[in-house]
């Protein structure tokens, strides 16, 4: 793997975790953003974030202060990737911005440059064509929490070159992710492939009154062995998401139901402030919720 320069563009909520993890790594680093003031911000949240690698992962001070050195700034999009080998893209989730944004950087990166999407729901080959280089692009996924959920799901598209795909495979594990190579375009890749229908399916009996939120959850731990249901989880994501989510689905696919439980979402939950395990409740109380204490499951 022959990446040594990294730039990630957008240091909102999942930029600059990845800028930092990528740092933590050993990778030099530029963070870009579209002004001084969010790579300001940015800087402020490397400081709390180090605080969590020294807590969640026990991370030494001479590693952070390496952290700290691999990380440079810049509010300017050519000088950020004028050596770039890997451009990692986390602007807004919105197309428009994020194709007016690979219009730009096509325009100002190196040939040698490969670009990937941390786009949660769009797709790669919606954006191929204006990266001006689509063998040399694709979708590296991470998620919410790098430090410790640490996953990344890697999706190329049709014409994603197969050596900067295994490339990108091995930057993935080089900066301590899971890597999880995925074959074909796939919406939502493997992990909302298999947790979006589970959670609507969860929200489904709780609806229809088939079931208390806690039953559902004690009878997916016990049968599955598992350590969270699916209303911890949902209480892990935050009713927002899951409430946005649901809407767009249920514009997607005009199934009634989903109306149904984004409705629920709201009155019952979001509407009465219990927004999840941010804010010390939702489904559960927390920080000590039910579906950890030894009796849960008894
Ligand atoms: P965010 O809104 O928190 O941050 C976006 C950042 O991009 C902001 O700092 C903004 O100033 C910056 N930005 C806006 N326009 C830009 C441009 N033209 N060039 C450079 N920067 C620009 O968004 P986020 O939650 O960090 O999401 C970023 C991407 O990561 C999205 O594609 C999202 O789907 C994906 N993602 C998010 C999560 C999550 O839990 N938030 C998880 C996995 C993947």
Redesign the pocket.
């Known amino acids: 793997m022959h990446f040594k320069n990294v730039t990630v563009?957008?240091?909102?909520?999942?930029?600059?975790q990845i800028a930092f993890q990528t740092a933590f790594h050993g990778f030099k680093v530029t963070v870009?953003?579209?002004?001084d003031e969010?790579l300001d911000k940015?800087k402020e949240k490397f400081f709390e974030l180090s605080e969590c690698y020294k807590k969640d992962i026990n991370a030494t001070q001479e590693q952070l202060d390496n952290t700290f050195k691999n990380l440079s700034y810049c509010a300017n999009?050519e000088e950020a990737v004028k050596d770039a080998d890997l451009v990692i893209?986390?602007?807004?989730?919105n197309p428009e911005?994020?194709r007016?944004?690979y219009e730009?950087l096509s325009k100002v990166a190196p040939e040698k440059t490969v670009f990937v999407?941390?786009?949660?729901?769009?797709l790669p080959s919606q954006f191929s064509e204006f990266t001006g280089r689509p063998e040399k692009f694709l979708a590296l996924?991470?998620?919410?929490r790098i430090w410790v959920h640490n996953t990344a799901e890697i999706m190329g598209h049709a014409t994603t070159d197969r050596k900067v795909f295994d490339e990108v495979v091995a930057f993935a594990k080089a900066v301590g992710m899971l890597a999880l190579p995925i074959y074909k375009e796939q919406p939502g890749y493997i992990i909302n492939t298999l947790l979006v229908p589970y959670l609507v399916s969860a929200l489904d009996l709780w609806v229809n009154e088939v079931a208390a939120p806690h039953t559902i959850d004690q009878t997916w731990m016990k049968t599955q062995s598992s350590t969270i249901g699916p209303f911890g989880t949902l209480d892990m994501i935050g009713m927002t998401?899951a409430y946005n989510v649901t809407m767009l689905q249920a514009d997607l696919t005009k199934n009634p139901l989903l109306l149904k439980i984004a409705d629920k979402i709201k009155t019952e939950m979001i509407d009465t402030g219990k927004m999840g395990m941010e804010t010390g409740q939702g489904f559960y109380d927390y920080p000590n919720p039910a579906y950890q204490s030894e009796t849960f499951l008894q």
Request: glycine share 8%.
């Open positions: 563009a957008g240091s909102g909520v999942l930029g600059y870009y953003d579209i002004n969010i940015a999009l893209e986390a602007v807004p989730e911005i994020k007016d944004f730009k999407s941390n786009t949660s729901t769009l996924h991470f998620a919410n998401t």
